[in-house]
């Protein structure tokens, strides 16, 4: 069973850090890996999805890696601003016949920054 | 562009009570629809999952239903809410056969059940 686990779960740091949030999941047979950004009551919005084949992928100010064979991946986010201020989501894509996917969620760290 | 809507956006109901939360998507055609639940302090989990009309698939054994009526309408009921239904509850929808796509969430339901 495929488990996904984030840490920490929560951070609160001064602005201009750069950030290293971690996520871990228990089977390599994964299809990809997805990084989502949630605001306190939304919904989520998709910040990178790195393919299993790929080992980082990077937006702006935000870069992701995979390291699949040891279940891992890591979201940087260089220069912090108040504005990223919200939870952080880690996914695993696994294939499910009927050609559709399955998303298995870690519980999240919650950011917080400060000016 | 494609559009997700979800309501009610908040909603408190008393034990024993039913419920329905409606999910559309403008925009596109037979996307494959998802209901997700997230409890407090808790990830995402998902509840049932649809690659067409009238087509459900359940995830995980509960007090809930899902019904696709329309192509790109998804429904999750319950005739009698128990405490532990409450939550934060997502629709998504991703394109059909889209094995690398993303899952696009709407704004989410709260629901407190007392």
């Known amino acids: 069973k495929q488990e996904v686990t984030q840490i920490p779960a929560a951070l609160s740091v001064p602005e201009g850090e750069n950030l290293v949030l971690n996520c871990s999941f228990t089977?390599?047979?994964?299809?990809?890996l997805q990084w989502f950004r949630q605001d306190p009551g939304k919904g989520l919005t998709s910040l990178l999805l790195?393919?299993?084949?790929?080992r980082e992928q990077t937006s702006g100010r935000l870069n992701a890696s995979l390291d699949k064979s040891s279940g891992r991946s890591t979201l940087y986010i260089a220069a912090s601003q108040p504005g990223d201020s919200a939870t952080y989501l880690c996914?695993?894509?696994?294939?499910?016949?009927?050609?559709?996917?399955?998303?298995?969620f870690g519980a999240g760290t919650r950011l917080a920054v400060h000016p | 562009s494609q559009t997700i809507h979800q309501w009610p956006a908040t909603l408190v109901q008393p034990v024993g009570s039913p419920l329905s939360l409606e999910c559309t998507v403008e925009?596109?055609?037979?996307?494959?629809l998802y209901w997700y639940r997230q409890a407090a302090g808790r990830g995402l989990q998902l509840l049932f999952y649809?690659?067409?009309?009238?087509?459900i698939s359940s995830e995980v054994p509960q007090n809930l239903s899902a019904s696709r009526p329309q192509d790109r309408q998804f429904i999750l009921s319950s005739k009698k809410l128990l405490l532990s239904d409450s939550g934060f509850y997502l629709c998504?929808?991703?394109?059909?056969?889209?094995?690398?796509?993303?899952?696009?969430f709407g704004p989410g339901t709260r629901l407190t059940v007392l």
């Open positions: 998504a929808w991703s394109w059909t056969g889209g094995l690398t796509d993303t899952q696009y």
């Open positions: 089977d390599s047979a994964i299809y990809n």
């Open positions: 790195i393919q299993s084949s790929q």
């Open positions: 996914a695993v894509r696994l294939f499910l016949s009927g050609g559709y996917n399955k998303l298995i």
């Open positions: 925009g596109t055609s037979n996307p494959n």
């Open positions: 649809s690659v067409g009309i009238g087509q």
